[in-house]
């Protein structure tokens, strides 16, 4: 059974940092492309960022510049290190994973992400 788990959110001050974390308990994790999203109440949920089995990498233009998402394959684990943090950056930030082949699409439970001072 595919399970994702976020750790890592929290409360932080605008301009602060904090870094996402999200455990993937699934076999061929190198092949899918990894996904971080986010929805504040009232809104529709919405992309972050992105990674590719190969590394590409893809940005929400809100967030270009101060966050960056990377990936461990040897611990299953994507990462969203977030940078420069405003107020609207706050939301509940969702996990994703991704594979088309054979199809796979698997959500994480969230983690909660408040930005306020």
């Known amino acids: 059974q595919v399970q994702l788990v976020e750790s890592g959110g929290g409360l932080v001050q605008p301009g602060g940092s904090l870094r996402l974390s999200c455990a993937a308990s699934?076999?061929?994790?190198?092949?899918?492309?990894m996904g971080w999203y986010r929805q504040a109440p009232g809104n529709e949920r919405e992309l972050v960022a992105t990674?590719?089995?190969?590394?590409?990498?893809n940005y929400a233009d809100s967030v270009k510049g101060r966050f960056t998402i990377s990936r461990d394959n040897a611990k299953n684990t994507v990462y969203l290190q977030m940078n420069t943090l405003k107020p609207e950056d706050t939301a509940v930030y969702y996990c994703?994973?991704?594979?088309?082949?054979?199809?796979?699409?698997?959500w994480g439970q969230g983690t909660q992400v408040t930005v306020s001072s």
């Open positions: 699934m076999s061929f994790f190198s092949r899918y492309t």
């Open positions: 994703n994973a991704y594979r088309s082949a054979p199809y796979n699409n698997v």
């Open positions: 990674i590719t089995s190969g590394g590409s990498t």
